[in-house]
């Protein structure tokens, strides 16, 4: 067992960082409204979400890692490059808000240790801006593990500091509330951008892998790899969920998504005292870093796949997204941003379809994957938990 794990480091990372990318500002939103409006009563759903989380996402590492193609290239060539702007730009347009979120996220977490919004905000964008322009897949992939150690460690702090709590694991009602953060919490376990980068990036890890060590590499082991690896994310972004949810149970009077760092504060240190809001606001800005960057990367790499743009096209999609996504949080209300937040969750349901659709055609199709492609039970699951996604995003957006 210990051999095999050796094995398969040299593979780490894409999965990882999708699945933590998943537990993004607006998602760490999502799950502390769950918490103080339900309790614990979404811990069974958010467990059960590690399943359509990873049969999804295991589907979009496979394509990667037997074509060594990103999703947007694999639906131009076979769809053509209309098509694949379709399946791409709206992807494009939602990313632009996401960011936006992200910003003020950051904001608000590094406000709660006397870092000014407006200088957090800021911070954030040029160190985005950096790493984005400096730095490759493989390059920015280090330090986004390292961040990604950062926020779960804190995540679980703010989760012991809150103690236990007498609440049911497992509630279910029919009213709009609870049905509306059911679908928001459906749309924050599968965002557009993570089909797209997790098929890019697995591509270039496959790539840079069979460079090094100078030989082709055993396929179904490197398969086995990318599924273990996208396991354990999907288990654990959901675990985090759960402490986020944890930590908000029994927090008063939160009918609305925290908007400013005295507000995050005051909730926390009524059920888990003064330090808990301190490494909560750590947990928020470093989760909202990573999703800004991990959300750019496969934004900008699908678009350009799609569209069949030149290499160099990836950072200009990056600032006609993030530019005015900053500009968003720097000038405009950051309750009107944040009040917006689940309806971008919900809305995820919807949106992710037509990625969904065309990444299950390609997945099939055995011209492409061959002795791999997309078949049997595992074909029959994509499908069905595509259909549920959709169908909940419906349910919470129209209830």
């Known amino acids: 067992m210990h051999q095999k794990l050796i094995k398969y480091l040299p593979l780490f990372g894409p999965a990882w960082l999708v699945m933590m990318a998943d537990v993004d500002g607006s998602s760490v939103i999502g799950a502390a409204q769950v918490g103080s409006n ?14 359509p989380l990873y049969v999804i996402q295991e589907v979009s590492g496979r394509v990667g890692a037997v074509t060594g193609k990103g999703l947007g290239t694999l639906v131009r060539e076979a769809y053509g490059r209309k098509r694949a702007g379709l399946v791409a730009v709206p992807m494009f347009v939602t990313d632009t808000l996401t960011y936006a979120v992200e910003y003020i996220s950051i904001g608000i977490g590094l406000s709660v240790v006397g870092i000014p919004p407006i200088v957090g905000i800021s911070l954030a ?13 493989l390059g920015a992939e280090k330090v986004l593990l390292t961040i990604s150690g950062v926020f779960f460690l804190a995540l679980l702090a703010t989760a012991v500091l809150r103690g236990g709590a007498s609440s049911s694991i497992l509630y279910f009602s029919t009213e709009p509330n609870y049905l509306f953060l059911l679908a928001s919490s459906v749309g924050a376990v599968i965002m557009p951008f993570m089909l797209f980068f997790q098929a890019s990036a697995t591509g270039i890890k496959i790539g840079d892998l069979k ?36 930590a908000f149970t029994g927090v008063p009077s939160l009918t609305d998504p925290f908007a400013s760092g005295d507000q995050l504060a005051k909730a926390l240190s009524v059920v888990a005292g003064p330090y808990a809001a ?14 800004l960057v991990v959300i750019s990367l496969g934004s900008s790499w699908g678009i350009v796949e799609a569209l069949g743009l030149k290499d160099e096209w990836t950072f200009r999609v990056y600032l006609l997204e993030s530019v ?9 209300p950051q309750q009107y941003l944040m009040g917006s937040v689940l309806y971008l969750l919900a809305l995820f349901d919807l949106m992710v379809i037509g ?12 011209r492409v994957m061959g002795e791999f492609r997309l078949s049997g039970l595992n074909e029959a ?16 957006l129209f209830t």
């Open 38 to 51: 339900f309790g614990y009563g979404f811990v069974l759903i958010f467990l059960a979400l590690t399943l």
């Open 125 to 137: 964008f040029v160190v985005h801006l950096l790493i984005v322009a400096r730095r490759g897949y």
């Open 211 to 246: 460079a090094r060590v100078g030989r082709e590499l055993n396929l179904k082991e490197a398969i086995k790899g990318v599924r273990a690896e996208t396991l354990a994310g999907a288990f654990a972004s959901e675990v985090l969920m759960i402490l986020v949810e944890v």
């Open 278 to 291: 301190y490494l909560f606001a750590l947990g928020l800005a470093s989760a909202s870093f990573l999703a």
């Open 324 to 332: 005015p996504a900053y500009l968003a949080s720097m000038l405009l």
């Open 355 to 366: 990625p969904l659709l065309v990444l299950g055609m390609i997945a099939k199709d055995e």
């Open 381 to 396: 699951a994509y499908w069905a938990f595509g259909g549920l996604i959709f169908a909940l995003g419906i349910l919470g």
